[in-house]
Each structure stands twice: as C-alpha cells, then as structure tokens.
C-alpha cells in the first residue's frame, strides 16, 4: 500500500500534464505580402483550442512605424476546425494595416495571453513574424493624400428647403462615399466649391466601416453634406466633384465622380401691411407704462425674501434640521453595513500583524449570504480559490507558508470580481432571496 502511494504522487504531475489543453496560432496577410502605399491589407490571427476559451484572449497593440494600424474590435469571427482527427475551437482576429510610406515593413511576433478552459492558467503563445513590402502608386506624389481601394463609388442628393427657391432659401447637397478594402479615416475629403450669390456652410463629416453582410468590415464608409444659403436670386451651377483613387489590384489611377448640379432663385416677395404695427404697439405701450426706479425693485425683492425665510426657518426649520440629521444617521449606518465598508477593510487586516479575516468573513456574507468560506471559495477559478485555501492552510493548517497572505492580497481583485458576477447572476436567476439563507 505504501508502495502504491509512492508511485501515485510521483505520476500525478505526469497526469496534470497530459491533462493541459492544446493551444495553438497562426498568422497570415492578406492578401498578399505587397500593397501599394495607402492601401489596406489584413494581419488574421487564429486563436485554436481543443476545448474552450474560458476568457477572452489579449492581443497586444501592434505599431508600426510608418503606417497606420487599426486593431481587432470587441468581435471575432468563431473557427471550428479538425486537425489530425482533433476537434479545435477558434476566434479568429484581424488588425488592418495601412502603410504610409514606400518600403518594407517587419511585423514582429505578437504575444498572446490565451485562457483555455480546463487549464492551469492563462497561456502565452506567439504568433509568427511576417513581412509586407509597400510600393507608391503610379503617377502619386510623394506629399498627397492617397485612397487605394479595390473599389470606389460616389453618390449625392440635392435637398431644397423649399419649391420653388427663393431668396432666403437653403439647398443641402449630400456626398456618400463607398470605398471597399479602404479604412474610412484614410477616405479623403471633397471639396465642396464657393459660390458666388450663395453662403456655404459645411457640416461635420461622419465615417464609419463598410458592412460584409456577414457582421464584419469590408472598407470604409463616409458622409459629407454642405448648406449653401441663396443671398442673391439667379441661377446657380454646384460643380461636379471628383474623387481620385488608386485599384488596389492592378495599381491604376481611377476617378470616380458625380455630375453638376444647376439651381435657380427668385427674389423673395415682398409684404407691405396697410398701416405700421409697431407705431401702434409703441403707442398703446406708452399709456399703460408704470416706472418704478430699480433699486426700490431690489429692496423690496429683498425683503419679501428675508420675511419668507425666516418664516419658513420659525415654522419649519426645527423638524426639517431633526429629518436631515435622520436621514444622515440613516445613511452612515447604511453605509457601515453594506458590503462595500466590509470590503475596504480587507486589505488593510491582511496586511496587519497578524492577518486577520474577519472583514473578509464579513464581506462574503454580506455578498452571498454564505457563512462557511470554504463552500464559498469552491467556486472560484483556480487562481484566488487556491490563493485563499492556501491563506487557510497556512494560518490554521500545520504547515506554515510565509508567502500565503501576500498571494491572496494579490488574488483580491479577481475574488472580488468573481463574487460580484456572481451575485449579479444570482439577482438575475432568482428574483427573491431564499427564506432561510
């Protein structure tokens, strides 16, 4: 029987070892390794595990020196895969690089905090180092502003405030800009030309990502729109506006365009009352106007004020001062026990001579209603589950770990976490607390 036991605890760390889940990634640019200067390609990292992801992975910032770098929003795109017979599970996530000068660039290996589920903690893994080289568009200058898209397309609409435009009136022209495989901070503005006769006021553009129709982003959208105010009647002709881009495939310049536009005001018609309004306003107010001077306004005000306070203050103020003191009685002792004040006292009677839990013991009850610890803490994660049983071991236990407090003062936050998604999904679960807790 000794013998077994021997053999049961050298094999366990072999068991636990073969027990950790796989993990796996991988790294590819799309769609090439070469792109022009201002156009978009696509870091794709796949995330694989051969259970589950019991939190959500952290990328890191990537920079790049000479380009801009969008990194992964809050969605992923979810893989499921078979590799050599075994089942993975993925998320798949991808930054958008725009380079803004010609040469070529070294995406160094990006490291990734990966949490599988049924594992002994997060993972680090590295993806792989990858290459790109950026060349400048035929025909570009070195200092403009370049959009290099796979495709382009303009849109306007004319709005006019009224029919027919007269003097006084405003028309707002709208441009929409589509342009696929582009990031939309890199779509350039269009000008919107002065006119003479008319007062131009722009508006603030607004831009945002191309939808794929499947929940993700396949370029770049903006909006721009401009209010010309007509000042003067005639006709009027918004020029066209014109848009130079680059094909991202095969390096040509495009121009993608909207036609002109042609207006026309009259003069506002005029309106002549029979007699003049404001002369007799201006009489009327003459007979019934009173004048009383200012300061004598300002010193009655005054003292209306001071009488209703202080009435107020001889009728009232006695039971108003009794009702703020019990309302403020009423919140400290709330406050005292809440779990909140509970929680402020745990750090500081941990790190006391000797540590204490008493504040601790407290909080949990006040939080779950739960007045064994133990039970508590068996639903933790593994990490401040085990730093908490090893605080209990060490304190009460027969072994003495000189290092116990400090790794439960440092699992605080993730135990105050977890508690707090728990008792959130309690509240949701259970709309009443149970009659005997």
């Not at 589950?52 to 000479?66: C, H, I, T, V």
């Not at 895969?81 to 160094?108: D, H, K």
């Not at 898209?149 to 609409?157: L, M, N, Y």
């Not at 707002?172 to 002065?194: C, D, K, V, Y």
Request: proline residues 7%.
């Amino acid at each position: 029987m000794r013998i077994f036991s021997v053999l049961l605890m050298l094999f366990m760390p072999l068991w636990a070892l073969a027990a950790e889940p796989q993990v796996k990634v991988r790294s590819q640019l799309l769609p090439a390794d070469s792109v022009l200067v201002g156009g978009t390609l696509s870091l794709q990292v796949d995330l694989l595990v051969d259970t589950w992801f019991s939190d959500a992975p952290r990328l890191p910032k990537l920079n790049l020196d000479g380009a801009v770098v969008s990194e992964p929003g809050g969605e992923a795109v979810h893989l499921n895969e078979q590799i050599e017979g075994t089942p993975f599970f993925g998320l798949r996530f991808t930054y958008q690089i725009t380079p803004q000068q010609a040469r070529s660039f070294e995406i160094p290996a990006l490291a990734i905090q990966v949490s599988p589920g049924q594992g002994s903690g997060p993972v680090t893994v590295h993806s792989q180092p990858q290459r790109f080289v950026a060349r400048r568009p035929v025909g570009a200058e070195g200092g403009e502003q370049r959009l290099v898209a796979r495709q382009v397309s303009v849109t306007q609409t004319l709005k006019r405030s009224h029919e027919p435009l007269r003097v006084g009136d405003s028309v707002e022209r709208r441009l929409h800009i589509e342009a696929e495989g582009a990031q939309a901070m890199l779509i350039p503005p269009p000008g919107f030309a002065e006119i003479s006769g008319l007062k131009r006021y722009l508006q603030s553009p607004s831009v945002g990502p191309l939808s794929d129709g499947r929940g993700g982003s396949d370029g770049g959208v903006r909006d721009d729109g401009v209010t010309y105010v007509i000042a003067e009647a005639g006709e009027y002709r918004l020029p066209a506006i014109e848009l130079h881009w680059w094909d991202a495939t095969t390096g040509e310049a495009r121009t993608a365009s909207v036609p002109a536009l042609e207006i026309e005001a009259s003069a506002a018609a005029g309106y002549q009352a029979p007699f003049s309004i404001t002369e007799d306003l201006r009489e009327l107010g003459r007979k019934t106007q009173v004048r009383i001077a200012g300061h004598w306004l300002l010193l009655l005000g005054a003292l209306l004020l001071v009488g209703v306070l202080g009435y107020a203050w001889r009728s009232q103020g006695a039971a108003l001062l009794g009702t703020w003191k019990r309302w403020r009685q009423a919140r400290r002792q709330a406050w005292l026990e809440s779990p909140e004040y509970a929680w402020r006292q745990v750090r500081s009677q941990l790190e006391s001579t000797p540590a204490e839990l008493g504040a601790l013991y407290l909080w949990i009850r006040r939080m779950s209603g739960c007045r064994e610890m133990s039970r508590h803490a068996s639903e933790f994660p593994n990490a401040p589950r085990n730093a908490l049983l090893g605080f209990l071991g060490a304190r009460y236990g027969r072994e003495r770990n000189v290092g116990a407090t400090t790794e439960l003062i440092d699992a605080l936050p993730a135990l105050h976490r977890t508690t707090l998604e728990r008792a959130e999904d309690s509240s949701r679960k259970d709309g009443l607390k149970p009659l005997n807790p």
